[in-house]
């Protein structure tokens, strides 16, 4: 890809030096002394400890522009570099596979349509078809139900009949024995009243048999009905279920043809590639280097250009294992881009990897050396600046104010301790210090000296001290 393919190219890899950025004063001016030794004034503290590294320049705002077709090509592109605004064509692809498709699927989702209106139709006919039947053994149903009632009645009252005889022969029997006992009444007389006692006990029971088949007539005759609803019933949920799922079927075969189309719609208009948003149009290019052109295949999903923010930049870079921790999020910086000139633009560090990595050979890596990825955020517009442009940068680690400060050249070591030699006259005197921050240039020290004494940045001659060379 584009940033890779430069990142590659350019190493990262940066000697971790630390260097003297002096910002509020400068540091202690060496110059001769008489006899020609040079020495140098001792001076408050005011300097910044810096550390440079290198980076590549990356935008901070990107949208890539990725080819949302089949497989097709290039018929077009705007140029690279180019200015463009949100929606502008950047890139024409071939289209006629896509018309075509387009065509068809179309045709297809009508067809669709057609279907679905068909099921429903069709499942609604059978559905009435199927109510209608359950009306109809409903009303068989209640019509058994009442002829039913009526035949139970008419037993019922033959029962009611037939019992009111009999108990009205048992009463003339019984006036019959009586009288009979009593040699009122002649044998035969009543011999015909037991005869119809029995003749009404005999009616009665048929009446009753009567009445019990008339009521396992009406249930037989009702469970069939009903038998003849629910089978009715099952048929009506039948004919539903299968409305419901044929039109469902229709219309998710309708739903996958209107999809196709839609995707095939949205791959037609992507065939005129837009900026996703304003700013500067880069083309991509291949891992040679070679730029997308005019002509050039382009998969689904490839990439085939970006749109950056030239004002919006960071800087990426690597912090060593040595360094990292001193460096720290929000600490400011001094990006340089050689590509345009000695501009100086401000910086600050904006996040810091946790996880150490190893650079690989092509980046400048050495084996075993684990670095920190960092991410410097520019400050200041320059609209010249470009992804994947190589830059200089110095993080400010540390502004030191507090002690004061004196060139490194002005330290020396006697008995293992260090000395600054200070001026008394045209001679030194040798003076113990504690040495504490430095740099390549100067060093923070304490000691018996003070603010304006000046000091060798060469070691005297023994003649040229005051008393002799040991630590005081």
């Known amino acids: 890809m584009r940033r890779t393919g430069i990142a590659a190219v350019i190493v990262v890899a940066a000697a971790a030096a630390v260097v003297v950025l002096a910002l509020r004063s400068r540091s202690p001016e060496v110059r001769p002394a008489r006899g020609g030794r040079p020495t140098a004034v001792v001076k408050p503290a005011d300097f910044y400890a810096t550390l440079r590294v290198s980076g590549v320049l990356d935008a901070a705002q990107f949208h890539p ?6 497989r097709t090509n290039v018929v077009w592109a705007q140029t690279d570099g180019a200015r463009v605004k949100e929606g502008d064509i950047v890139f ?21 349509e057609e279907k679905v209106r068909a099921a429903q139709a069709d499942g609604e006919k059978r559905v009435t078809n199927a109510r209608s039947a359950l009306t109809k053994s409903e009303e068989a149903l209640a019509l058994a139900q009442s002829q039913n009632q009526a035949a139970q009645e008419k037993a019922q009252a033959e029962v009611a009949f037939r019992e009111k005889e009999l108990n009205v022969a048992k009463g003339q029997l019984d006036k019959r024995q009586r009288l009979s006992e009593e040699r009122l009444l002649p044998r035969p007389e009543l011999e015909a009243a037991e005869d119809e006692v029995r003749a009404g006990e005999f009616a009665l ?10 009521k396992e007539d009406s249930a037989a005759a009702e469970r069939l009905r009903q038998l003849d609803i629910e089978k009715a019933k099952l048929e009506l949920e039948a004919a539903e279920a299968d409305l419901q799922k044929s039109v469902a079927q229709a219309q998710r075969d ?6 196709d189309l839609a995707e095939a719609l949205a791959q037609l208009e992507q065939t005129q590639v837009k900026a996703p948003a304003a700013g500067l149009f880069l083309v991509e290019r291949s891992w040679r280097g070679d730029p ?3 002509g050039d295949e382009v998969e689904e999903g490839r990439r085939m250009g970006t749109i950056i923010d030239p004002v919006k930049m960071w800087v990426r870079c690597d912090i060593s294992e040595a360094d990292i921790e001193r460096v720290k999020v929000g600490q400011k910086a001094t990006v340089m881009v050689p590509a345009v000139g ?15 990595r190893e650079r690989m050979w092509w980046e400048g890596g050495v084996p075993g050396k684990k670095v920190f990825a960092a991410l410097i955020e520019l400050m200041g517009r320059e609209e010249r600046l470009r992804p994947g442009m190589g830059a200089t940068i110095q993080i400010q680690l540390e502004h030191i ?20 030699y200070r001026a008394v006259g045209d001679r030194y005197r040798a003076v113990a210090v504690v040495v504490g921050k430095r740099n390549e240039s100067v060093a923070v020290v304490q000691g018996k000296i003070g603010a304006g004494d000046r000091v060798a940045c060469k070691r005297p001659a023994a003649v040229e001290l005051v008393g002799a060379e040991k630590a005081p």
């Open 342 to 356: 000695a501009v100086r633009l401000r910086g600050v560090v904006k996040a810091i990897d946790n996880l150490a």
């Open 205 to 214: 029971a048929k009446a009753q048999r009567a009445l019990a088949q008339a």
């Open 254 to 259: 309708l739903e996958t043809k209107r999809t």
């Open 65 to 70: 522009i990725v080819s949302g077709t089949p």
């Open 92 to 112: 024409k692809l071939n289209a006629d596979e896509l018309e075509k498709r387009t065509s068809q699927l179309t045709s297809d989702a009508a067809d669709g």
């Open 401 to 420: 104010q507090q002690g004061l400060m004196v060139p490194v050249e002005a330290l020396f070591a006697v008995e293992g301790r260090p000395v600054v």
């Open 292 to 294: 997308l052109r005019v």
